[in-house]
């Protein structure tokens, strides 16, 4: 066990830190019949969304059902063997026994999956950037300062809003991008580049800005690699459409299409939703200032200045 510790030690201290963080806030509010952390819609949205197989229509992608999905499962199968659950013809709340407590028990269980989610992500980003950078200490140390300790990653990583999932998988993102960067691309690295992508965007469609960065890096790093690198970046492009269509769209095309319409010429577009449309500009350099240190944390903050001087 020691000599697991001494070997996995630059794993442990970052996941320590989010759980240690964002442990506090696992009960927070509960029980419940919704979360109150963050804008959420869970449990109901994705109890909806398996009963009426995919058709619900939502502004956040599908992603998050298909990870809770299965834990939820496991609690209302023993809920309808205790005579606490029935099928729900109305109403989940008319189907349960005990909504508070039961509804509460889920949104907790959803916290705790999502956590744990989120801790992967960052051990699989720590081991990527040690192998990236030739260091233990490099890619510790950028963890540290820059993830574990990031205000929006260990808050979302517990509220079921979609955002703490969005994130941990982009932070796999990253994590099989500078392996790509640095050792070059392989099917497997393009694979878990394209899985984690897929499932990022299919959280919310949020981090297509930084994907566009991303990829750009994969093709430029490509360029002068000749023609192997062309064939694994088709194989890297047939898995991530292959996965986002199984996931978004082959069981229910007609409610992809009428979600992707929602942000094209639809009320994702209002501007309202974002800002108060009183919003002055100094009001939205002060959100920017604000935004950016609560995104990036005290540690990511001080190196992103640094780097700049």
């Given at each position: 066990?020691?000599?697991w510790?001494?070997?996995n030690?630059?794993l442990?201290i970052p996941?320590?830190?989010?759980?240690a963080?964002?442990a506090?806030?696992?009960?927070?509010?509960?029980p419940d019949?919704s979360?109150?952390?963050?804008?959420?819609?869970e449990p109901?949205?994705t109890?909806?969304f398996?009963?009426?197989?995919?058709?619900l229509?939502?502004?956040y992608?599908?992603?998050?059902?298909?990870v809770y999905?299965?834990?939820?499962a496991?609690?209302?199968?023993?809920?309808y063997l205790?005579?606490?659950?029935?099928?729900?013809f109305?109403?989940?709340f008319?189907?349960l026994a005990?909504?508070?407590?039961?509804i509460?028990?889920?949104?907790?269980?959803?916290?705790?999956?999502?956590l744990?989610?989120?801790?992967?992500?960052?051990?699989?980003?720590?081991?990527s950037?040690?192998?990236?950078?030739?260091s233990?200490?490099?890619?510790?140390?950028?963890?540290?300062?820059?993830?574990?300790?990031?205000?929006?990653?260990?808050?979302?990583?517990?509220?079921?809003k979609p955002?703490?999932?969005?994130?941990?998988?982009?932070?796999m993102?990253?994590?099989?991008?500078?392996?790509i960067i640095?050792?070059?691309?392989?099917?497997?690295?393009?694979a878990?580049?394209?899985?984690s992508?897929v499932?990022?965007?299919?959280?919310?469609?949020e981090?297509?800005?930084?994907?566009?960065?991303i990829?750009?890096?994969?093709?430029?790093s490509?360029?002068?690699q000749?023609?192997?690198?062309?064939?694994?970046?088709?194989?890297?492009?047939?898995v991530?459409?292959?996965?986002?269509?199984?996931i978004?769209?082959?069981?229910?095309?007609?409610?992809?299409v009428?979600?992707?319409?929602?942000?094209?010429g639809g009320p994702?577009?209002?501007?309202?939703?974002?800002?108060?449309?009183?919003?002055?500009?100094?009001?939205y350099?002060?959100?920017?200032v604000?935004f950016?240190?609560?995104h990036?944390?005290?540690?990511?903050?001080a190196?992103?200045i640094l780097t700049?001087?």
């Amino acid at each position: 066990m020691l000599n697991w510790l001494r070997k996995n030690i630059e794993l442990l201290i970052p996941t320590l830190l989010v759980a240690a963080y964002a442990a506090p806030v696992i009960g927070a509010l509960l029980p419940d019949t919704s979360d109150e952390l963050m804008e959420s819609y869970e449990p109901l949205k994705t109890l909806v969304f398996l009963y009426t197989r995919g058709t619900l229509i939502h502004q956040y992608g599908p992603m998050p059902h298909f990870v809770y999905g299965p834990f939820y499962a496991m609690f209302l199968g023993y809920w309808y063997l205790k005579g606490e659950f029935t099928r729900p013809f109305n109403a989940v709340f008319t189907s349960l026994a005990h909504p508070f407590e039961q509804i509460g028990t889920l949104i907790f269980v959803a916290r705790l999956i999502g956590l744990v989610v989120v801790l992967a992500a960052v051990a699989i980003y720590t081991r990527s950037l040690e192998k990236t950078a030739r260091s233990r200490m490099a890619g510790l140390l950028a963890i540290i300062l820059c993830v574990a300790r990031v205000p929006e990653l260990i808050y979302s990583a517990v509220a079921t809003k979609p955002d703490g999932l969005m994130l941990a998988f982009l932070a796999m993102s990253m994590a099989a991008y500078a392996l790509i960067i640095s050792d070059g691309l392989t099917f497997w690295r393009g694979a878990a580049l394209a899985l984690s992508t897929v499932a990022s965007i299919s959280c919310k469609e949020e981090p297509a800005a930084a994907y566009l960065a991303i990829y750009a890096g994969v093709v430029f790093s490509g360029l002068r690699q000749g023609r192997s690198f062309w064939v694994d970046f088709g194989k890297l492009a047939a898995v991530g459409t292959g996965a986002y269509l199984a996931i978004n769209v082959i069981y229910a095309p007609v409610q992809w299409v009428d979600h992707i319409k929602y942000f094209i010429g639809g009320p994702g577009e209002d501007a309202s939703i974002w800002a108060n449309l009183n919003y002055s500009k100094a009001d939205y350099l002060k959100n920017l200032v604000t935004f950016i240190g609560y995104h990036l944390g005290p540690g990511g903050s001080a190196v992103v200045i640094l780097t700049l001087i």
